[in-house]
Structure formats: structure tokens, C-alpha cells
């Protein structure tokens, strides 16, 4: 299983969002996390987003569709990046501004080293998330630089974000089924609440 991706857009402000009937589910995480590996690991492809030695690459909003129903969006990456003051307040507006407004997030991927664990920016947004409705999945990634006796107290780390996350690495591969099994049952879940609001007697005799 992989998730068919490809690029449609890039956008800073509202007014260059997608116009479409999909499911969205934004990929958020600290600059240095490796959101760019992992999206790529998603899609199967090792080219769809660029990666980079130097974080913070990726300022924009960049949507990517995903069969007919799911779009994938890779959020700007947060707190490590080398930038100046005003472009990291821009970004970070950019970042809130479709967090706070979108109506077609379905659910957040949340990324975190699994060396490093959930920090107040994770936890924060987490809340958010929680305050808002939309479901977070927590994605512990760089799995494969962990050794064995280390996953336990790494997974504990998690437990201030009320999220089991799921161990990835998108280097050997490891969890990225797992992860897209997630995105995709989160899509699907918040497919059939639309369809459900949108039944109708009439369309009903029609099926």
C-alpha cells in the first residue's frame, strides 16, 4: 500500500487554497524532523518533496492530492529553522492561519523525533487539535537511530500528548504502513460524516 501523491499547489494566504471536495490531512513538525523524508516514504517516491541539509526549506503551504478523495498538506516546519525574526512570524502566521480556519482538516500528522519526545510546541499544538475536534496522529520519527532498550522510554515520552504515537523511520520503512493506514482511515471517517449530513430521502431512492 502506498499513497498515490502528487504536487498541485503551493499557497500563502487563504485566497491560493485548492478548490476542491477533499479530505485534508496536514503534515506539521519541528524544521529539523524530517517531514520532507517522510512524505516522500508515503508516497513511495523519493523525488515528490524536496529534501534538504538545511532545515526550514519549506515556508509555503504545498497541497498534494492523493486519489480522489485525500490531499495531503505539508505544513511549514517550526522552531529550528535559521531565519530571520519577521519571515519566521510570516511562516508561523501561514501555519495558524490555515490551522485555525480550514474546514476540510480531517486530522493532523504530528511529527516528533523520537529521541527528543513532545516539547511545549507539540504539546500546544496537540491541544489545539484536541480543542478544535480534529484527530492527531502522533508519528515518533528517526525510529531507526533508536536502539531496542531505548523505544520503551522513548514511547513513554509521549504520554503528555495523550496520543500513542506510531514508530516510523523513513529509512528502513518501518511503521510507514502503519502511518498511512491511519491517514487513510481518518480520510474515509470523515467522507462517510459528509456523506451522512448530505443524505437525502430523494437521494436515497435514487441509489
Given at each position: 500500500m502506498r499513497l498515490d501523491a502528487r504536487f498541485v499547489t503551493s499557497a500563502f494566504e487563504p485566497g491560493g487554497y485548492p478548490l476542491w471536495d477533499r479530505a485534508e490531512v496536514a503534515l506539521a513538525g519541528?524544521?529539523?524532523?524530517g517531514?520532507?523524508?517522510?512524505?516522500?516514504?508515503?508516497?513511495?517516491?523519493?523525488?515528490?518533496?524536496?529534501?534538504?541539509?538545511?532545515?526550514?526549506?519549506t515556508r509555503a503551504l504545498n497541497f498534494f492530492a492523493v486519489g480522489d478523495h485525500l490531499a495531503i498538506v505539508d505544513l511549514p516546519g517550526y522552531g529550528y529553522a535559521r531565519m530571520p525574526r519577521s519571515e519566521a512570524a510570516r511562516v508561523a502566521a501561514i501555519m495558524n492561519q490555515y490551522l485555525d480556519r480550514s474546514e476540510r482538516l480531517t486530522a493532523l500528522v504530528l511529527l516528533v523525533d523520537a529521541r527528543r519526545g513532545p516539547g511545549c510546541e507539540e504539546l500546544e499544538l496537540a491541544a489545539r487539535m484536541r480543542e478544535r475536534g480534529t484527530p492527531v496522529i502522533a508519528?515518533?520519527?528517526k525510529c531507526d537511530k533508536l536502539r531496542r532498550a531505548e523505544r520503551a522510554d522513548?514511547?513513554?515520552?509521549?504520554?503528555?500528548?495523550?496520543?500513542?504515537?506510531?514508530?516510523?523511520?523513513s529509512v528502513d520503512g518501518?511503521?510507514?504502513?502503519e502511518l498511512r493506514r491511519r491517514?487513510?482511515?481518518?480520510?474515509?471517517?470523515?467522507?462517510?460524516?459528509?456523506?451522512?449530513?448530505?443524505?437525502?430521502?430523494?437521494?436515497?431512492?435514487?441509489?
Open positions: 519541528r524544521s529539523n524532523v517531514k520532507s523524508s517522510m512524505l516522500n516514504a508515503l508516497a513511495g517516491a523519493k523525488n515528490l518533496a524536496r529534501t534538504s541539509r538545511t532545515p526550514g526549506r508519528v515518533a520519527t522513548a514511547l513513554a515520552r509521549f504520554k503528555a500528548m495523550g496520543v500513542a504515537p506510531v514508530l516510523c523511520s518501518e511503521g510507514i504502513d491517514i487513510v482511515g481518518c480520510a474515509r471517517s470523515s467522507r462517510r460524516a459528509v456523506d451522512a449530513v448530505e443524505k437525502t430521502p430523494e437521494r436515497d431512492d435514487l441509489r
